[in-house]
């Protein structure tokens, strides 16, 4: 338990970790690494290196502060965290490393002694709330092993498959080498999966949505040729090859099974778990509207798949926005639309907005649909998102 004291020197320190938190947290990463370079077989290299990772930090450490005296407000972003951690095999052993670092870092930039009264209150308070993280994780991961057919951290699968979808976009199927039958998931959920990359001392691991409902024997994987190791899986990887991968972990997923309207709006490879959301937002008879933009030569990739969803579902519409169509009009059910995701476009489609709205895409994509459906007067409980390059202090601060 904190002290009234320890909870008002930690309230009083939220201004400072508002405007130095990024520069504090970029700190703690540099000596934490460098000490303990084994952290790079679970942290994306990219993600520390573009300031997102430690942006997501920094945005949580302020979060903290502030609520730091009802911090079950909390509860439902420690949740995200805590399935991100799963997903990455964070161990309660490390917490200590990460509880030495941060408040290192503080010491150095905050220019705070061992003795100061904030410091001795940060100690105590990552202390209790690296428990909370501790206790929900180890109850996900007992969760994970105890599902028939579940493992904890990874497990070696066969590439099956491999389908080019679009030209930058390549479906992955695989199959567990123990050929067991795959312990259910839910549409909307990713998986973290390691790669062996040549000349890299680490693994390198990336989180990939479902792109696909449940299947009992595989698991399909879309990719966008983007960076390092997405360009090693689409040029690199054969049918054959191992590769380690997590469970499904995320909260990604459709909210209840009620026959609420679903709005589902994507961008690039941000149309991977929408297609399992679709699918069962259909299965369930919610009624759904899709909405997708993508560059021309990849926005219809999915279409045949889509026109599928759609023949059984007379209450669902799915989208293709791209700007350069020649003109907007449907092929068979699918539409297609000559315009970018904007204010306009996404006011006629949703009229009133009844219903829970999902969006996925890069952070900027994001963060700028959750601004326009905000400004649309559409709640923030009804807003639901998953970041492709992790959950930037920005984004938190809009939801
Ligand atoms: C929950 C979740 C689900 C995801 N699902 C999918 C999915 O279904 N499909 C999918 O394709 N991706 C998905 N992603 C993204 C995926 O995890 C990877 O981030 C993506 O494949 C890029 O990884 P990479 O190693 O290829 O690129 P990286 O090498 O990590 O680069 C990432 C981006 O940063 C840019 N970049 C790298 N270095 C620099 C630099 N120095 N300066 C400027 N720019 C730079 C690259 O050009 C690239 O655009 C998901 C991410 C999350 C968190
Ligand atoms: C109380 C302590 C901690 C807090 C507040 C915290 C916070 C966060 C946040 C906000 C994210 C981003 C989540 C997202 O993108 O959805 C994250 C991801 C991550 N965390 Fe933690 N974390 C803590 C402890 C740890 C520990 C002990 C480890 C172990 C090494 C760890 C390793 C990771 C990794 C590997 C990621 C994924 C980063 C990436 O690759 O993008 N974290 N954490």
Redesign the pocket.
């Known amino acids: 338990m904190l002290s009234t004291d320890q909870m008002n020197a930690i309230k009083q320190s939220a201004p400072l970790l508002k405007a130095e938190g990024t520069k504090l947290v970029t700190v703690f990463y540099q000596n934490m690494i460098r000490q303990h370079p084994e952290l790079l077989n679970q942290f ?1 290299k ?1 993600n520390l ?2 300031g997102s990772q430690p942006e997501a930090l920094a945005a949580t450490l302020y979060q903290a502060a502030l609520h730091i005296d009802r911090l079950a407000d909390l509860l439902p972003a420690v949740k995200q965290i805590a399935h991100k951690h799963v997903s990455v095999m964070v161990k309660k052993e490390q917490y200590p490393i990460v509880g030495y670092h941060l408040l290192e870092a503080m010491k150095e930039v905050f220019g705070l002694s061992e003795e100061d009264d904030t410091l001795l209150a940060w100690k105590a308070a990552y202390d209790i709330i690296a428990n909370i993280f501790i206790t929900i994780e180890a109850e996900m991961m007992a969760e994970n092993v105890k599902q028939t057919g579940g493992w904890a951290d990874v497990k070696p699968f066969i590439l099956k498959k491999k389908k080019q979808e679009s030209p930058s976009l390549i479906s992955f199927y695989f199959v567990p080498e123990d050929e067991s039958e795959l312990p259910m998931y839910e549409a909307g959920q ?1 998986i973290t999966v390691q790669v062996d990359m040549p000349g890299e001392a680490y693994v ?1 691991s ?4 479902l ?1 696909d409902q449940y299947h009992p024997s595989y698991y399909r ?4 040729r ?6 090693f899986l689409h040029d690199e990887m054969r049918e054959g090859d191992i590769l380690h991968v997590s469970m499904p972990q ?1 909260m990604f997923c459709l909210q209840d099974d009620t026959k609420e309207p679903v709005y589902l709006i994507s961008a690039g ?1 941000g149309v ?2 929408m297609i399992g959301l679709v699918k069962t937002a259909s299965h369930n008879n919610q009624p759904f509207t899709m909405i997708h933009a993508d560059r021309l030569e990849d926005v219809t990739a999915f279409e045949q798949e889509f026109e599928h969803v759609l023949t059984s579902s007379p209450e669902g519409r799915i989208i293709l926005c791209n700007e350069q169509f020649e003109k907007s009009g449907k092929s068979e059910l699918v539409e297609k639309v000559a315009t970018r995701i904007d204010r306009p476009f996404l006011q006629s489609v949703i009229g009133e907005g009844k219903g829970q709205f999902y969006v996925c895409g890069s952070p900027a994509f994001t963060q700028e649909m959750i601004l326009i459906l905000k400004a649309l007067d559409i709640p923030e409980e009804n807003i639901h998102f ?1 970041a ?3 959950q930037s202090m920005k984004e938190m601060e809009v939801v």
């Open positions: 994306n990219t290196m573009n990713y390198c990336r989180q990939y949505s792109s994987i879309t990719v966008k983007d960076g390092h190791v997405s360009t995320g490879s991977t778990p998953e492709f390059g992790g």
